[in-house]
């Protein structure tokens, strides 16, 4: 195997983390791009809904997005109203909940980077926080301070205060460590909750992690062949339909499957422990038609997840 081989291999083995960092970067360019070019913080007692609104309202963009671009989202509620059982297997609506308590921990990751970096940054808290005008919060802030802290505070970040120089550094920089602190806990317990949720995965995983790794592998290539396949199929269904209304004749015969066909492979993958199927295509080939088994739970475990949030 040539060095582009294996860089492309290891590119592709490492391409959650590769995503992943990739995103952070992007949060850490965009974060930077507000501060310096959006953010103006009006230094009035407008700074508290000024700075939330920097902080919070592009993580509810991101997780919106994050919702959207998940396949697995228009799985679960593509049709579910005209057929509400399908997200509800064997009329248990804790699947669903299941499913979608997954599908919210992944679209949180882009918020939750946006929101740490913007804390460590501190910016948008200090400027928000120096226009709470709650009692005890300015008493904090501007204690053994100017009497001029408790009626500019709001001016601090501007740095247009009347108070003494070394007060305003001073009350600015107790909020950017408070809004460090604050970045720093929510890193860790998004960290610590993916560290569990992983290790809770694997521990109820009921596969071998060498059958996890070539199920993961498979799901990637029925993605790739599925995507070939479906260009090549409308490619030639496109030109079979154009040629019989150019040349004016009955067109030929094509098979495709059929809507309950469809219905079928587009459900989530319902994993079924005494049986060996990847996905739910496959189970399809396999039986075609529902399965009926008992004991039935969604694939909600290892292989699904990761291979749902690769970025890459």
């Not at 294996?6 to 850490?28: E, V, W």
């Not at 308590?101 to 949180?108: D, E």
């Not at 920089?173 to 960290?191: C, D, E, F, K, N």
Request: proline share 5%.
């Amino acid at each position: 195997m040539d060095p582009v081989q294996k860089l492309i291999q290891f590119c592709f083995d490492k391409r959650s983390a590769i995503g992943y960092s990739f995103m952070a970067l992007l949060t850490m360019g965009g974060q930077q791009w507000f501060s310096f070019v959006a953010f103006q913080c009006p230094c009035s007692h407008e700074n508290l809904l000024y700075g939330f609104v920097f902080l919070f309202a592009p993580a509810l963009v991101l997780l919106i997005i994050g919702y959207f671009l998940n396949t697995r989202t228009w799985k679960l509620f593509t049709g579910c109203c005209l057929k509400p059982k399908r997200m509800f297997p064997k009329g248990n609506p804790f699947h669903c909940l299941l499913v979608f308590i997954q599908l919210t921990l992944n679209a949180f990751i882009a918020p939750v980077m946006w929101i740490s970096v913007a804390l460590l940054h501190g910016s948008f808290y200090a400027c928000a926080m120096s226009g709470w005008q709650n009692p005890g919060h300015v008493e904090f802030l501007c204690q053994y301070k100017s009497e001029l802290c408790h009626k500019q505070l709001f001016a601090v970040t501007c740095g247009n205060t009347s108070m003494p120089s070394p007060d305003s550094k001073a009350v600015l920089l107790l909020l950017q460590a408070q809004s460090q602190v604050l970045g720093w806990w929510l890193i860790m317990t998004a960290a610590l909750i993916s560290l569990l949720s992983t290790c809770y995965s694997s521990c109820r995983s009921k596969v071998s992690a060498l059958q996890l790794k070539f199920w993961r592998i498979y799901l990637d290539k029925e993605k790739e062949k599925f995507e070939e396949l479906t260009q090549e199929y409308a490619a030639k269904l496109a030109e079979r339909n154009l040629r019989s209304f150019f040349e004016d004749k009955e067109p030929e015969g094509f098979a495709l499957p059929s809507n309950k066909s469809w219905d079928e492979i587009s459900s989530l993958y319902c994993f079924i422990p005494d049986q060996q199927y990847y996905s739910t295509l496959h189970r399809f080939v396999e039986h075609g038609k529902p399965d009926t088994a008992d004991e039935r739970t969604p694939m909600l475990n290892f292989v699904e997840v990761q291979h749902n949030t690769s970025i890459v």
